[in-house]
């Protein structure tokens, strides 16, 4: 079975930190996704990367970067947490094009 | 650009009664389309998928859905449910040529289905 972990479940950060977001899969996916998961706005497509170095942004990529350094992680970074980035956040891999995605188990994030 | 909606934000079920929770998506050609299911607290867990073919599709959990190409709908459907389906439901819909960037689901915004016992 494909797993997707993410290195936290919750994490209590302050306004300005800078805060990692972990994922790692390990079954080879080319392509990998973060997303944000907020009450009544589904899942919304912060970045994805689609091979080593490479990445793309999503719908809602402001605040944020990511790094994949190798195939099997990706992280997401805030430069500088604030209040309105509060959220869920699940990752994600898939093999090829238009397959079905794996998802980790999300990491609630909480920034006072 | 493709889309997805479910229009049912909240559901609720007396447990043994039957279920569907609707789809509809906008997309240029026939996409790959997906359902998922969401328990409290946990990450997303894929229930069935359509890719082609025949267009009813058998999942887990006692889960089907049901692609229909003249309505643009994939309804899910469970005809007995159990208090344990008690979840968030998403539809999902995926590209089926490679754009060049990754394949990227669109994903509805979700029904929470509540069921009494």
């Known amino acids: 079975d494909v797993k997707v972990t993410q290195s936290s479940r919750y994490l209590v950060k302050r306004t300005g930190e800078k805060v990692f977001l972990e994922c790692v899969q390990d079954m080879d996916h080319e392509n990998m996704f973060w997303y944000r998961q907020d009450p009544g706005l589904g899942l919304r497509l912060i970045y994805f990367s689609y091979d080593v170095k490479m990445k793309e942004k999503g719908d809602i990529p402001e605040g944020y970067s990511v790094s994949r350094e190798k195939k099997e992680r990706f992280s997401l970074i805030l430069e500088s947490a604030s209040t309105n980035q509060t959220s869920m956040y699940l990752c994600?891999?898939?093999?090829?094009?238009?397959?079905?995605?794996?998802f980790g188990p999300g990491t609630r994030l909480t920034v006072l | 650009a493709q889309s997805v909606t479910q229009p049912d934000i909240h559901i609720t079920v007396s447990e043994g009664a039957s279920l569907e929770l609707r789809c509809n998506y906008s997309?240029?050609?026939?996409?790959?389309l997906f359902w998922y299911v969401q328990s409290p607290g946990q990450g997303l867990q894929l229930l069935l998928k359509?890719?082609?073919?025949?267009?009813l599709v058998q999942g887990i959990k006692g889960f089907e859905a049901e692609f229909k190409r003249s309505q643009s709908s994939f309804n899910l459907r469970k005809p007995s449910v159990h208090w344990s389906d008690a979840a968030e439901y998403f539809c999902a819909v995926g590209p089926t040529t490679f754009t060049g960037g990754g394949n990227k689901l669109t994903f509805g915004t979700g029904t929470q289905l509540k069921v009494e016992l």
């Open positions: 994600a891999s898939s093999l090829w094009a238009g397959n079905e995605q794996f």
């Open positions: 997309y240029g050609a026939t996409p790959y």
């Open positions: 359509y890719f082609s073919g025949d267009t």
